[in-house]
């Protein structure tokens, strides 16, 4: 069974305090990666896709990497509007299943 | 256009109402997804429907019916629902495996 963990389950940092979080995952065989950004009450928000270890995608403060148990979302420099939680997700390639979710790490970013 | 549109945003109903949640993608997704979601958890997958055909129900309550009336929209039925039920519903999209979900911005559904 596809199991996806992520660390911490919270996260507060200082604007400029840059970090990182984690998602460790166990899958038959890994079809794809995917982080989401979700604020309260909102639909996730797609960030990242990542396929195969040693892979990695930038986009603005947001680096994601990955390697054959676990994938890193690191935030440098943040700022407040980077509060949010952060969604993993997995897909294994036995055919058409659906993504399995992490719970999440809600990230608070202090001014 | 590269957005799922989900209505109404906001819905209360009673216990003996019947109302629906309606879902509408255009991007050409032949794979669509109902979750729920409660408070500080991820989503939890309900229904799949691929190329029109319902391909996955995890054990929803009847109370809960979903309908593909075509590869745009997406509907999902309510009926008898319980208190517990109330959470935010989220209908999701996909072109095809190893893409990304498209998320659409949920319906808060309260049951009172």
């Known amino acids: 069974e596809d199991q996806v963990t992520q660390s911490p389950e919270a996260l507060r940092l200082q604007e400029g305090e840059s970090s990182s979080l984690n998602c460790s995952y166990t899958?038959?065989?890994?079809?794809?990666l995917f982080w989401y950004r979700q604020d309260p009450g909102k639909g996730p928000e797609f960030l990242f896709t990542?396929?195969?270890a040693g892979e990695e995608k930038e986009k603005e403060r947001l680096k994601a990497t990955l390697t054959k148990k676990e994938s890193f979302l690191h935030i440098t420099a943040p700022k407040p509007e980077d509060s949010a939680t952060y969604l993993c997700?997995?897909?294994?390639?036995?055919?058409?299943?659906?993504?399995?979710f992490g719970k999440g790490t809600r990230l608070s970013v202090i001014a | 256009d590269t957005e799922v549109t989900q209505t109404p945003k906001h819905l209360v109903m009673g216990m003996t109402n019947k109302k629906s949640l309606k879902c509408e993608q255009h991007?050409?997704?032949?794979?669509m997804y109902w979750y729920k979601q409660k408070a500080k958890k991820p989503p939890e997958l309900m229904f799949v429907?691929?190329?029109?055909?319902?391909?996955i129900n995890e054990s929803v309550p009847s109370r809960f019916s979903p309908e593909c009336p075509n590869s745009s929209l997406l509907n999902l039925h309510l009926h008898a629902l319980q208190p517990e039920d109330s959470a935010l519903y989220l209908c999701?999209?996909?072109?095809?495996?190893?893409?990304?979900?498209?998320f659409g911005s949920g319906t808060r559904l309260t049951v009172v």
């Open positions: 429907y691929s190329y029109e055909k319902l391909s």
């Open positions: 990542l396929y195969s």
């Open positions: 999701a999209s996909s072109q095809a495996a190893a893409s990304g979900y498209t």
């Open positions: 997700a997995v897909q294994d390639n036995s055919g058409n299943t659906p993504l399995v």
């Open positions: 899958v038959s065989g890994l079809r794809g």
């Open positions: 991007m050409g997704h032949r794979a």
